[in-house]
């Protein structure tokens, strides 16, 4: 959509890849364990999401470590901003310490679909769940 490769180096939390109208985030950070951190990555994925208008936006947690809640609340807020965009939202690589904090929490496979590989969620349908019919997306 006319925003080139270099475009990525202006985050500082995130790296972004695009694919086939698709997007995968990465995080920077191993820890993602604090309230600015969290923030930071909203503003920033909220910002992809913005400018590229993506298909589906997969979070990709291969280099992440630990997650602290207002992480996870970020990520929530994400996901129904991306939902209320028609933008399928998925997780993959998630580490087994993380992927067991998201089972405790009932987020798993409910909240948030979790794939195995960035590949297994580019390929998986597209499926976008919203409580409200008829979603606008904002101009």
Do not use: W
């Amino acid at each position: 959509k006319g925003i080139g490769a270099n475009r990525m180096d202006e985050f500082r939390y995130i790296r972004v890849q695009r694919v086939d109208g698709s997007v995968v985030v990465r995080f920077t950070e191993a820890n993602l364990r604090d309230q600015i951190i969290a923030e930071c990555i909203g503003f920033e994925v909220q910002q992809v999401m913005r400018e590229e208008r993506p298909i589906k936006l997969i979070v990709d947690f291969t280099d992440v470590r630990s997650i602290a809640s207002p992480v996870i609340s970020a990520l929530l807020v994400l996901r129904e901003k991306a939902v209320s965009d028609s933008i399928s939202f998925g997780l993959c690589n998630v580490p087994v310490p993380i992927r067991e904090i998201y089972r405790t929490l009932q987020l798993e496979g409910t909240r948030f679909q979790v794939y195995d590989s960035v590949d297994h969620a580019l390929r998986a349908p597209g499926v976008i769940e919203s409580n409200r019919p008829g979603a606008q997306m904002e101009d």
